[in-house]
């Protein structure tokens, strides 16, 4: 799914207005496949791209390092226990009700009260206490040293801040009044499945954003919005929250070929990757050979070459080495289709000249994968995937879903193969990692781990230790595990791609691949 932005508001039964009528708008459009759902903070559902509009936290995740944000400034006990932090006494909600240290307590405790649904986010487990220290500092209290606990506070979600004023009984878990954040936009209408717009927050402490509405269309993927962007109705795109799109390569090439628009790449953010259930005992997934035969059998050079044409970089591991403690000697494996047969010849799945699919004790080598159905690069990868698996002897049934479908796949283990990615510069790896022992996230694919119930102890030790060494070596051990196993079968390494025009300055990005600073955008 991409985010579209156009030069005009474009709202169910309006006239669209093209590009070029438009130079000098401080009004912008972006189509999205998805509808922004939900947009409370403290839960899931919601569109992570426009939530980072609306909502803010103590702190920030930026190449230098962790920065002020609602917080002015912290200190951190010598235990690596307490964290004081001192808040900007002048900012307000979008209800105007005051950002203080009672708001902050208030929708800590509220994230807190619900923490079962948070168990990827390791800090849940970690906060023991939060309290307010006078009007305008807080101490959030850990049971033990967590190291990423200022990286987990500066996320898009859950430890931001909603009004007070917007909770239901002082809670936020089962729903809430309003979406009334400290950000540099406001949620002013939202129509299910057909749009939403927000406005320019003229409070905001930062300064008031140049651009003064944007709202969210939803629009199919694919020639749907290709051709809205050709007509001008639609004029900005770029990755989305779950890393899929709504336009391929070749249409983004014909837009900027025309000269109307520019394309802008962040660096790295990602590995694309397909994840293995080896928890499947019924599945020859579970079986590493089974899983080392397909890494081999992928071709990620021509998938980077003819699918993403360059955009994205051929992968080897889980993580690129611009992630942090991810500079890790680990085996390589290349394309090597003959290397592919011979592991599964010795692993004894045999092939017979009357049938092109290997069998062991009279069980076909056959697993379904499941990509998003609104990404049509996944499609494309998986299409290519089955041919190159045929190749080998396996046979490879797609299944396109919806995102949220194949998330409870994930979550539930109902699967041999899917495709996934990591979280992103800004989250890893510590939050990939600890996403290994989450049942909501990789629990079921890293269940056939041997020693697993050890491999998660490690993962544990590596996320409260203090000596930086001894973590250092936690997760190379932690890496070469998974990468020796072939959990994670990388393909690429992917970024955030934008489409703008010409004129649309101020176009960056943050370490989160999640979201888009739009506060910092202008028409020149």
């Known amino acids: 799914m991409f985010f579209m932005l156009a030069a005009i508001t474009i709202l169910a039964g309006c006239t669209s207005t093209k590009v070029e009528d438009n130079k000098n708008t401080d009004e912008l459009v972006y189509a999205t496949v998805k509808d922004i759902n939900d947009m409370n903070p403290h839960l899931y559902p919601g569109s992570m791209s426009a939530q980072g509009m609306v909502y803010e936290s103590l702190v920030e995740n930026t190449e230098e390092g962790i920065k002020p944000l609602l917080a002015e400034s912290w200190e951190i006990s010598e235990d690596g226990t307490e964290y004081t932090f001192h808040l900007r006494k002048d900012v307000t909600f979008h209800d105007g009700e005051h950002f203080n240290a009672k708001a902050v307590k208030q929708n800590f405790e509220a994230v807190q009260n619900n923490k079962e649904k948070h168990a990827w986010i390791k800090l849940s487990d970690k906060i023991k206490s939060i309290e307010e220290v006078d009007e305008y500092t807080v101490k959030l209290t850990l049971f033990e040293v967590y190291y990423p606990t200022l990286v987990e506070l500066s996320m898009t979600r859950p430890y931001v801040f909603l009004s007070p004023n917007d909770f239901k009984n002082g809670e936020t878990k089962d729903g809430v009044n309003g979406f009334h954040g400290t950000g540099p936009f406001k949620l002013t209408e939202h129509k299910v499945d057909q749009y939403a717009v927000f406005e320019a927050n003229e409070d905001y402490w930062a300064g008031v954003p140049k651009i003064k509405k944007i709202t969210a269309k939803v629009l199919p993927a694919g020639e749907t919005t290709l051709l ?34 520019q394309l802008t ?4 953010m990602n590995t694309k990757m397909i994840v293995a259930n080896s928890g499947k005992s019924e599945s020859p997934a579970s079986e590493k050979n089974v899983r080392e035969a397909i890494w081999y059998a992928i071709d990620r050079e021509t998938i980077s070459r003819d699918i993403f044409e360059g955009a994205e970089t051929v992968a080897n591991s889980l993580f690129s080495i611009n992630v942090n403690y991810a500079d890790v000697s680990l085996k390589e494996r290349n394309y090597d289709i003959a290397r592919a047969k011979e592991i599964l010849e010795n692993a004894g799945w045999t092939i017979s000249s009357q049938d092109s ?33 045929k190749e080998v002897g396996i046979n490879l049934e797609l299944n396109g879903e919806e995102s949220t ?11 041999d193969l899917l495709f996934n990615q990591t979280w992103g510069l800004a989250y890893d790896p510590q939050s990939t990692v600890a996403a290994f022992t989450s049942e909501a996230s990789y629990l079921h694919a890293t269940k056939g781990i041997p020693d697993a119930e050890q491999f998660y102890k490690k993962i544990e030790e590596t996320l409260t230790t203090i000596d930086e060494e001894k973590r250092k070596l936690l997760y190379e051990d932690i890496l070469k595990t998974v990468h020796d196993e072939a959990i994670f079968i990388p393909i690429t390494n992917g970024n955030v791609t934008v489409v703008a025009p010409k004129n649309l300055k101020g176009i960056s990005f943050k370490q989160t691949q999640y979201e888009l600073p739009f506060e910092k955008m202008y028409f020149e």
């Not at 076909?364 to 609104?374: C, H, Q, R, T, V």
């Open 265 to 268: 790449r962040s660096k790295q």
């Open 228 to 261: 809205a962007m050709q007509k001008g109705e639609v004029n900005f795109a770029f990755t989305d929250d779950r890393g899929a799109d709504s336009i391929n390569i070749e249409g983004i090439n014909q837009l900027v070929q025309a000269g109307d628009y």
């Open 405 to 415: 479908s194949i998330a409870n796949r994930r979550a539930t283990g109902d699967y």
């Open 357 to 389: 699919v290997r069998e062991k004790g009279g069980k076909k080598l056959e697993m379904k994968l499941y990509y998003d159905s609104n990404s049509p690069s996944q499609k494309a990868q998986a299409e290519f995937i089955q041919g190159s698996l």
